[in-house]
């Protein structure tokens, strides 16, 4: 069974970083475009970032962009992201999911709550 | 903000059918074939219910199907079960995608 796992996640003042990750096994890691989505507790998913499978192309929304950083490590099989100078708004449990095609996520991770509170 | 737009919440009896409809623009669900819905339960993995408007992955049950007419996208749940109380999301690819405000569907 194809098998993502998150952690990382922690309580953060406001300007502080972490760095999320997320090891993933039974899995074709190499052949994915890769995503962290979030889930703001009682709101919506959010799309934050992916990475396609060499890791020379990025893509982040607005809202993260020159603060959060995603990468991936195709020996290690996983994805991190690097989140600098979080901000109470962006609480959130995180999620790593695979790439389906064209933003279409078909395997997900159980999650990692970030908390970002002074 | 999300430029693709579900009504709030959905109920039915145990057996009914039940269809949340997601709206977006010309430019993403009115151009593309790349509609996704996740299902939502707490503390769980979101769930990929449905992809590319109308496919089911492996292991999804068919009581659960896709469709979409111009801008708009819709899944259609069918003999509503307990389980299937969650929350759900749509996703589209294109301009000012990718998820819906969701949906939470009560089961009565």
């Known amino acids: 069974e194809v098998q993502l796992v998150e952690s990382g996640g922690d309580l953060v003042q406001p300007g502080g970083s972490l760095r999320l990750s997320c090891g993933t096994s039974?899995?074709?890691?190499?052949?994915?475009?890769m995503n962290w989505v979030r889930h703001v507790p009682g709101k919506g998913l959010e799309w934050v970032a992916n990475i396609n499978q060499d890791g020379s192309v990025k893509n982040y929304v607005d809202s993260v962009k020159g603060r959060f950083t995603i990468s991936r490590d195709n020996a290690k099989k996983s994805l991190y992201l690097q989140m600098n100078s979080l901000r109470v708004e962006d609480t959130a449990v995180y999620y790593c999911?695979?790439?389906?095609?064209?933003?279409?996520?078909?395997?997900w991770g159980q999650g990692t709550l970030v908390t970002v509170s002074s | 903000q999300s430029a693709l737009t579900q009504p709030a919440s959905v109920s039915g009896s145990p057996g009914q059918s039940i269809a949340i409809s997601c709206t977006g623009t010309s430019s993403n669900i009115g151009y593309y074939n790349y509609v996704s819905w996740y299902q939502l339960h707490p503390g769980k993995a979101p769930k990929l219910m449905i992809y590319d408007v109308s496919n089911r992955p492996s292991g999804v049950s068919n009581r659960f199907s896709g469709s979409k007419s111009g801008n708009t996208a819709s899944l259609t749940i069918s003999v509503l079960q307990a389980e299937d109380e969650a929350d759900y999301y749509c996703a589209s690819y294109g301009n000012r995608g990718v998820f819906g405000t969701g949906t939470k569907v009560t089961v009565l």
């Open positions: 039974r899995f074709p890691f190499t052949t994915y475009w």
């Open positions: 999911a695979s790439d389906l095609g064209y933003l279409q996520f078909d395997y």
